[in-house]
């Protein structure tokens, strides 16, 4: 079945790092990759998306590309605030699904002052 | 902005009793849907739900679970007799459709059982 790997965390970075959030998928046919960020006491916000291979997803300076040959969607963003603090899931809708999205284990993200 | 709201935000029950469990999806989608997340674990697909049926459950969403859309706003899982291992958070989310179903999430309830 489809899976997805994101990297240990928790990740601790200053103000104005540059942030890289492995993930990796295992997914038969051509699945969409997500970004999904939780803020404290809140549900699960779309950050970006991509659909096919080779595309790059963006938004809010973060940036993810659709890697079909080393399966990954690794989130990046040159440099984080202190507002970007959150928990950041990888997920992926498998290419027959109906919508079902497989997420990843969730990297909690703290940027200090 | 419209948004996914869910209630209560935070539900105890005994074990053995029946919850119900309430979504507003976003008014013009079509798919619904609910997850779950047990504390320290990955967020995991229960159902998905379209033309008032379900389209795809996942091996969790077993005879004690339930899905309806009683009227055309609410969204509701029901839990006929809950277990411990029933204590999570529970997301809904609702999709316009589609090939990406992009999906716009609810800010969950908190389960506890007893």
């Known amino acids: 079945g489809n899976s997805v790997t994101q990297m240990e965390g928790p990740v601790t970075l200053s103000e104005e790092a540059f942030l890289t959030i492995n993930c990796t998928y295992t997914?038969?046919?051509?699945?969409?990759l997500f970004w999904y960020v939780q803020y404290p006491g809140e549900g699960l916000q779309l950050l970006l998306k991509?659909?096919?291979?080779?595309d790059k997803g963006s938004n809010k300076g973060f940036e993810a590309t659709y890697r079909k040959e080393t399966t990954s969607f690794h989130l990046e963003k040159g440099s984080v605030q202190v507002s970007d603090s959150a928990v950041y899931f990888c997920a992926l809708l498998g290419a027959t699904s109906y919508g079902k999205l497989t997420f990843g284990q969730g990297t909690i993200l703290t940027v200090h002052p | 902005e419209p948004e996914v709201t869910q209630t209560p935000s935070h539900q105890v029950t005994q074990m053995g009793q029946e919850v119900i469990l309430r979504c507003v999806p976003i008014?013009?989608?079509?798919?619904f849907y609910w997850y779950r997340q047990i504390l320290g674990q990955k967020v995991e697909f229960l159902v998905s739900f379209y033309n008032n049926e379900i389209s795809e459950k996942s091996e969790i969403f077993d005879d004690q679970f339930s899905v309806e859309r009683p009227d055309g706003s609410n969204f509701t899982l029901k839990i006929r007799s809950t277990k411990l291992e029933d204590s999570a958070m529970y997301f809904c989310a609702s999709s316009e459709g589609g090939t990406v179903h992009e999906q716009f999430f609810g800010p969950g309830t908190r389960l506890t059982v007893l």
């Open positions: 997914a038969t046919g051509y699945p969409s």
């Open positions: 991509a659909t096919k291979a080779d």
């Open positions: 008014s013009n989608h079509l798919y």
